[in-house]
Nanobody, 115 residues
Framework: QVQLVESGGGLVQAGGSLRLSCAVS????????MGWYRQAPGKQRELVAR???????TYADSVKGRFTISRDNAKNTVYLQMNSLKPEDTAVYYC?????????WGQGTQVTVSS
């Protein structure tokens, strides 16, 4: 059974930092591209950052220079370090595992940034 379990969300003031974690089980973690998506109320889910099995990373323009995605294959865990948070970063953040065309999702963790 595939499980992706996010943690680390919460309430933070603008300018603050949070680190999200996603622990993965049930798949060969090292083979999967891992990503973080977010969905704000009334908006579509969007890709925030992705890290491929080889370590290459991509970011949405809105978070470049502020967010960092990383992975620890020994711990089957992917992280999202979020700095200089803005109110517009408020959303439910979802962890994603992708192998070719198969997607797995976590349950989401709420991030709220107050102004």
């Amino acid at each position: 059974q595939v499980q992706l379990v996010e943690s680390g969300g919460g309430l933070v003031q603008a300018g603050g930092s949070l680190r999200l974690s996603c622990a993965v089980s049930g798949v060969i973690f090292s083979r999967h591209a891992m990503g973080w998506y977010r969905q704000a109320p009334g908006k579509q889910r969007e890709l925030v950052a992705r890290i491929f099995s080889g370590g290459t990373t991509t970011y949405a323009d809105s978070v470049k220079g502020r967010f960092t995605i990383s992975r620890d294959n020994a711990k089957n865990t992917v992280y999202l370090q979020m700095n200089s948070l803005k109110p517009e970063d408020t959303a439910v953040y979802y962890c994603n595992a992708l192998l070719v065309t198969t997607n797995y999702w976590g349950q989401g963790t709420q991030v709220t940034v107050s102004s």
